[in-house]
């Protein structure tokens, strides 16, 4: 009987140690941080000291052009950040829409942004991971604090844009701490998008905006430090678009060309869709197609396949996109902004910020170009997920981790690499295995010894 205890126990014990060295596996998963300043061009790191942003370049990566998704505005772009889709695929292809077949209309301002349903034409990042059966926390990104598919963030905040950013900082730095911590977080900053509308991005006023973002970027590295995080934390720093400066001298009127009661305007400048009356699609198009030289008119068939922007019934029958710096009215009563964005993808102004720093990344490595797109399946194998069918490329953007010559499967929700807490798991498994067969035989030997009776009563005891 005493032998029999020991094994009991020896096995127990091996069985805690295993699911120990398991779960301080799970402890070494990947943590990441994807932070959107929105509005940050790619090139206001140049204007004034960022010494914040500058040591983020330092540390890791840099990415000078990343080319965005049109159309260049709020909304569709963090969602392509977080699905890596195009506006086209995801469905959520403006900051104002219209869905025909649920004759509904959509305003980033209005409570239809809590109507899941227009969200889910695809999936975000956040739900992926807790499908996964880790954790994510949310702090205002756009989309998350609604339940897209029935499922919210493990952790969100409900949009306030009046909450600090030093508060949204704290938050996701409590939900990163502690044994239940998330692996993925989001978060959302509304400037200098706000300024720049308001100033317009040439202003020097802007340079104390710019300042004062690198300074929220140094209070939320000082944060990661303190909770000890610095080190452990993927952060990934960008935003979904940037700013061109406008002039009052750059207005288009509509009401110049075609009657208002011809047509619904649905997204604003600078790319408009057009919903024409019934039966007056062509008379809308034929009275704008060449009315302005500052303006491309096209029907949405028409729409040039490299834009990944015609395949949704939001978007609408006719756009109108204008040209850099100009801006389209129906007339010049409605309230001018003195910069804007929205404008075609591939003018560098449209372009945001991408720095990134991490035990994921290269160190000091800076990369010409990338698209939006690519960052999600970039993501994905940082936390090690197995991405869902998305418009990126890993492959174009794996330069920027650290091992490319190697790189490894993704099959959720195994780490990326074998960890060394599962090297000794293996080693204990094994050893146990072994050490259980020997300690069998060995009592099955000594059975056979043994005087009829107490063999008899041992055999009816079962081993566990
Ligand atoms: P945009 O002009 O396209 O850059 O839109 C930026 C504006 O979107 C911000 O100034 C916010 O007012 C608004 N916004 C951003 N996130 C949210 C959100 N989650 N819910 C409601 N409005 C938002
Ligand atoms: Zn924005
Ligand atoms: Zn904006």
Redesign the pocket.
Known sequence: MPDLLVIKSCFLSCLLVLLQTSSSQQDEQSQLLLVSF??FRWDYVNRVPTPNFRALMDEGVQVEQVENTYITK?YPNHYTLVTGLHAETHGIVANEMYDPIHNLTFSMEGSEVYDAWWWEEAVPLWVTNQKAGRKSGAAMWPGSDVAIGGTYPTHYLSYNASMTFETRVEKLIDWFSGPEAINFGVLYWEEP?ES??NLGPESPLMDVVIADIDEKLGFLRGKLRTAGLYDKVNLIVTSDHGMTQLSHDKIIELDTYVSRDLYTWIDKSPVVGILPKEGKLEEVYNSLKNANPNMVVYKKEEIPDHYHYRHNVRIMPLIIEVKEGWTIMQNRNGSFMLGN?GYNNSLPSMHPLFVARGPAFRCDYTKASMRSVDLYPLMCSILGLKPLPNNGSLSSVQDLLVETSTPKPVVPPVPREPSCAWAVGSVLGAALVIGFLFIFVQQVTQRQHLPLHLSNSEITQPLL
């Open positions: 929105d509005g709020t998008d720049g509308h964005h």
